[in-house]
């Protein structure tokens, strides 16, 4: 694609990759993603924010073809989406030197061939002049790696957020124009890597209110030109507001646990709790993640193998204990043959959660009135906690 125009002398470059469908070979991209770079040409001093993926180059290199001079390249986040092609950048324009914050210079020079002398690094609210623009760095760190910073185009009130307020979606549209569809996806990036950080990004939100800012430009996703849309989104995902909902994720292997888990998401459907269920042989794990953003209660379901949960729930309760939701209530639900330590080993793979434990269910066999009966219980419990905590 050729750079796009957004302001006068402010443009658009990178990568619509459309095609790719997991992220860090982990997160699902149901909409491929953008690698966005841009370009500012000050009335002195040229600058590219940011960079694409290392094989992705020679698509941002021919969109940099009328640019003789380039002054600067700043890096806004060392992680290789967008730091992969500095080295190439800095071969072309021997001159340019490289800005970027403290904490990242290391990890840049770790990750890629550059030398420290072409590295220059800002501090938190430093100014750089173009001549008639001026960029500030403002330090929104754990966005989320822990070097992460923005920069402010001051005249023209843009905000070269990178990952913060990123989506991943490739389009032809140079700016948002289904919001529904880019909050989906954001909540999604958000979900799968910034939610762990929401304490530090809730400071970050903080922080960016002190500016007017006109226009959020990220380097996944699409331009906002209503920002507040999108601030407003993370403030809602960070702040402290549960739903009346309960996550379950789960395994069946002979249908006893596919048994339990419908008959308490039938018990609590009844009582005014929405319960979404995850499959974990089918689920998408970025659904997962989304869900997980601002549930009152996770329920894991699991049939016992090999004397222990299944490994698809194992996986599901390593990234749950990962993302830090800020779920208040945890139960296990499940099944067994003749014996095993599921409860045991599930509950101690989730210290990093800050939740009530309440009274698992577990049946021998198929499951039996006693059974329904404890379900039944935990089912009440569940949305007396609920609505004693106020989640809507
Ligand atoms: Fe888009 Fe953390 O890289």
Not at 114 to 123: F, G, H
Not at 186 to 210: D, G, Q, T
Not at 343 to 364: Q, R, S, T
Request: charged content about 20%; hydrophobic content about 40%.
């Amino acid at each position: 694609m050729e750079p796009r125009k957004i302001r006068d002398n402010i443009y658009w470059m990178g990568v619509q990759d459309w095609d790719s469908r997991l992220f860090d070979a982990l997160i699902p991209l149901p909409d491929g993603t953008s690698y966005n770079a841009y370009l500012i040409n000050g009335s002195e001093k040229t600058v590219l924010i940011d960079t694409v993926e290392s094989p992705l180059f020679s698509e941002l290199e021919a969109q940099l073809k009328d640019v003789p001079i380039l002054d600067y390249v700043i890096s806004l986040h060392a992680e290789q989406d967008h730091s992969g092609s500095l080295h190439h950048i800095l071969s072309r324009y021997p001159d340019a030197k490289l800005i970027t914050s403290t904490k990242a210079k290391g990890l840049l020079m770790d990750i890629l061939p550059i030398a420290e002398d072409s590295i220059i690094t800002v501090t938190d609210g430093e100014t750089l002049s173009l001549g008639n623009k001026t960029l500030e760095f403002i330090y929104t760190p754990w966005v989320h790696w822990p070097e992460t910073m923005v920069a402010y185009l001051q005249e023209d009130k843009i905000l070269f957020s990178c990952d913060f307020f990123g989506a991943h979606i490739a389009s032809t549209d140079l700016f948002v124009t289904d919001e529904a569809r880019v909050y989906e996806a954001a909540k999604r990036y958000y979900a799968e890597v910034m939610m762990p950080f929401r304490k530090i990004i809730a400071k970050n939100l903080e922080k960016i209110s002190a500016y007017d800012i006109d226009l959020i430009a990220p380097s996944h996703g699409q331009i906002y030109s209503r920002p507040e849309f999108i601030i407003e989104a993370h403030k809602e995902w960070v702040g402290s507001s549960l739903k009346n909902t309960v996550v379950l994720p789960y395994i069946s292997m002979h249908n006893s646990t596919k048994i339990m888990v419908d008959f308490l998401t039938a018990s609590l459907v009844k009582k005014g709790v929405k319960v979404e269920l995850f499959n974990l042989t089918v689920t998408d794990i970025g659904k997962l993640a989304m869900a997980l953003v601002d549930a009152g209660t996770i329920v894991l379901g699991t049939p016992t193998v090999l004397s222990g949960p299944h490994p698809n729930v194992v996986y599901g309760a390593y990234l749950a204990n990962a993302l830090r939701p800020k779920a208040k209530f945890l139960s296990i639900i499940g099944s067994y043959g003749w014996g095993g330590k599921s409860v045991e080993i599930l509950a101690g793979m989730i210290p990093n959660l800050k939740v009530e434990v309440l009274d698992p269910v577990l049946a021998k066999g198929t499951p039996s009135d006693v059974d329904f009966e404890a379900l039944e219980n935990l089912a009440q419990t569940i949305a007396t906690k609920h609505q004693e905590h106020g989640f809507k």
